[in-house]
């Protein structure tokens, strides 16, 4: 069955500037589209969308515009500063690179109030206009304080909640995460991406191990809410992308083939108007 990767990180260090790289030496080097797809390929993902590497400001516009035509690329999710005042320009300006699908802020590392500022929602409401989503990276204990009142203030953009919530899977922390994850799953206007869950599970993690909270995000938000990302590279500091997309296949087996092909790329193809 073939995939949509939601989530692909790639990384030109000769092109652009990624100040977080530094402190993450394992993968602080080039990831390019033709070793990706050279081991993603065989495993049945056959496009990808690109999700912004958190690079320096000045970069967000030439990233964008530099990965968005390269092979098998079936658009991109660009960084953004909701919180500027300069926020309509920098929209202006990614919105004319084509296959810019959906936007993203990097929360998990930034203060709480930052995404609750008038002018941050006021911005995000900004995007249905556009036809862009927005992707919310937020850590589990940012899903109550941060995500949720974040969506219900801008009901009308269409979020993509990453990685699962960040639940901490090493320290067996289902809870308050799964109720938290409940609570925003009861909000139509957010989706939940089945990715970057092994991150948080260290090296030894099994299918046992994440199984949990994979199931548990599906049986909150159903299978017309969900994605599927892989987080590549970070998927490698704990695992491969290979391990992963056999794990995940393993997970959803017991599920219909048309329930699989909605995580699997039909629900990315439909919410990200791919």
Same mark, same amino acid.
């Given at each position: 069955m073939r995939i949509l990767d939601t989530h692909l990180h790639l990384v030109y260090p000769d092109r652009f500037d990624y100040p977080w790289l530094s402190g993450a030496p394992a993968i602080n080097k080039p990831w390019t589209a033709e070793s990706y797809f050279a081991e993603a390929a065989p495993l049945g993902i056959e496009s990808a969308l690109h999700m912004e590497v958190?690079? @320096?400001?000045? /970069?967000?516009?030439?990233?964008?515009?530099?990965?968005?035509? !390269?092979?098998?690329?079936?658009?991109?999710?660009? @960084?953004?500063? =909701?919180?500027?005042?300069?926020?309509?320009?920098?929209? *202006?300006a990614l919105t004319a690179i084509p296959g810019v699908l959906g936007l993203r802020r990097i929360l998990h590392? #930034?203060? *709480?109030?930052?995404?609750? #500022?008038? !002018?941050?929602?006021a911005n995000l409401r900004r995007l249905p206009a556009r036809n862009l989503t927005f992707d919310l990276c937020v850590r589990a204990d940012q899903l109550a304080p941060v995500a949720t009142p974040l969506a219900q203030r801008a009901e009308d953009v269409t979020f993509i909640l990453n990685h699962c919530g960040v639940?901490?899977?090493?320290?067996?922390? !289902?809870?308050?995460?799964? @109720?938290?994850?409940?609570?925003?799953?009861?909000? =139509? *206007?957010?989706n939940a991406k089945i990715s970057g869950i092994v991150a948080y599970s260290g090296p030894d993690w099994t299918i046992?191990?994440?199984?949990?909270?994979? %199931?548990?995000?599906?049986?909150?938000?159903?299978?017309?809410?969900?994605?599927?990302? #892989? /987080?590549? =590279?970070?998927?490698?500091?704990?695992?491969?992308?290979?391990?992963?997309?056999?794990?995940?296949? %393993?997970?959803?087996?017991?599920?219909?083939?048309?329930d699989q092909s909605k995580l699997l790329h039909k629900n990315a193809e439909r919410i990200y108007r791919v």
């Open positions: 958190d690079v @320096a400001e000045t /970069d967000i516009v030439p990233e964008t515009a530099f990965v968005t035509p !390269l092979p098998r690329m079936a658009g991109a999710i660009a @960084a953004c500063r =909701p919180e500027s005042p300069d926020f309509a320009a920098q929209l *202006n590392t #930034s203060p *709480n109030d930052l995404s609750q #500022s008038d !002018l941050f929602v639940p901490d899977v090493l320290g067996a922390g !289902l809870d308050p995460w799964r @109720a938290d994850i409940r609570a925003l799953s009861a909000l =139509p *206007n957010v046992d191990t994440i199984r949990p909270y994979i %199931e548990h995000v599906i049986d909150c938000f159903g299978w017309d809410r969900i994605v599927w990302g #892989s /987080d590549h =590279p970070v998927v490698t500091l704990t695992g491969s992308l290979t391990r992963w997309v056999e794990a995940t296949h %393993e997970i959803i087996k017991g599920a219909t083939s048309e």
